[in-house]
């Protein structure tokens, strides 16, 4: 995994014993459990034409990666709203 110079230097002040963790409480936990509750619920279902060439391609990498090709069209999706994929420019 990469880490940028912020997070290097969390892992490394945590690995000499500068940082210790703190155990959340309950309160913090079922917060954490609600929002995560949230975030992975689907709730939305669409329909959408693809190109048999692109379905096919879709089906390859979702079945390379162990996935349904579904959840693979639904995360490349996601990366892209959240800013994580980008189109290329040029």
Not at 31 to 36: D, G, N, V
Not at 42 to 51: A, C, F, H, S, V
Not at 52 to 79: C, F, V, W
Request: glycine share 8%.
């Amino acid at each position: 995994m990469k880490y940028d110079k912020e997070e290097k230097g969390i892992i490394d002040a945590y690995g000499k014993g500068q940082m210790v963790l703190a155990t959340p409480l309950k309160k913090e936990i079922e917060a954490i459990k609600a929002t995560a509750r949230k975030t992975m619920v689907k709730d939305k279902r669409i329909t959408i034409r693809l190109y048999n060439h692109d379905y096919q391609g879709i089906q390859k990498k979702a079945m390379e990666m162990g996935i349904p090709y579904q959840t693979l069209i639904s995360g490349i999706i996601h990366r892209y709203i959240e800013g994580d994929l980008t189109s290329k420019t040029g």
